[in-house]
């Protein structure tokens, strides 16, 4: 079985510092890890995915996320927040034994970011 | 290329009505994955059709229902609403992958309330 821990369901962060939000996973196969955000009244988008190739794993507007096994780890990072960046963030996983493409998310963390 | 588009973006309907909803996965994708997402449960994986067969199934009654066209269309129905019912219904679609690495694009969703 495979599940996601999202470590605070709330993060703020003032204009211009770093953003870190937490991701934890657990996976008895080798594991596909992505993350979306989502804003207000939309979809999700893709920001990033690890599919075992690079560890550090660079995304979309600036965001990045490093893969660290030892951890069952994949934190999204990103050095300069932007008032763009305020929205909802979702952490999830996929099996390499996945018969299709069910993805198991977090709980989701919403990053707020101030003037 | 367009998105994944869902209809209708909103719907109010009350306990113990049925509900279809439509998604029309991206040009070319062949899977159409739908998840249901609600402030209390979060994100949750519903089911998956891939070439008009379910693949993948979570874990909700079989009140949810689904099915896939011949060109990807895939609709799901929820039968004998519940209160409960009351979420964001959204629909990915992907290329055609199993194993779980491919990239799942997803819709804006259907607001869907039960009164």
């Known amino acids: 079985a495979q599940s996601v821990t999202q470590l605070g369901s709330h993060v703020s962060v003032s204009e211009g510092a770093l953003v870190l939000l937490r991701c934890n996973y657990s996976?008895?196969?080798?594991?596909?890890l992505f993350w979306y955000v989502q804003y207000p009244n939309q979809g999700l988008q893709l920001l990033l995915k690890?599919?075992?190739?690079?560890?550090l794993v660079k995304g979309i507007n600036g965001f990045e996320a490093e893969f660290k096994k030892s951890e069952t780890s994949f934190h999204l990072t990103k050095p300069s927040a932007h008032m763009s960046d305020a929205a909802e963030y979702f952490c999830?996983?996929?099996?390499?034994?996945?018969?299709?493409?069910?993805?198991?998310f977090g709980g989701g963390t919403r990053l707020m970011v101030k003037p | 290329k367009a998105g994944v588009t869902q209809t209708p973006r909103y719907l109010i309907k009350t306990r113990g009505q049925q509900v279809t909803l439509s998604c029309s996965p991206i040009?070319?994708?062949?899977?159409v994955s739908w998840y249901q997402q609600t402030p209390g449960q979060g994100l949750q994986f519903l089911f998956e059709?891939?070439?008009?067969?379910?693949?993948n199934k979570g874990n909700f009654p079989g009140r949810f229902s689904g099915r896939q066209f011949s060109n990807s269309r895939s609709e799901m129905n929820v039968s004998t609403l519940e209160l409960g019912d009351s979420a964001l219904y959204l629909c990915?679609?992907?290329?055609?992958?199993?194993?779980?690495?491919?990239?799942?694009?997803f819709g804006p969703g259907t607001r869907l309330t039960v009164l």
């Open positions: 990915a679609s992907s290329l055609a992958a199993i194993g779980g690495t491919d990239t799942q694009y």
């Open positions: 996976s008895s196969v080798p594991p596909y």
């Open positions: 690890y599919t075992s190739a690079a560890t």
């Open positions: 999830a996983v996929s099996g390499a034994n996945n018969a299709g493409n069910m993805l198991t």
């Open positions: 040009s070319g994708h062949r899977s």
């Open positions: 059709y891939f070439s008009e067969t379910q693949r």
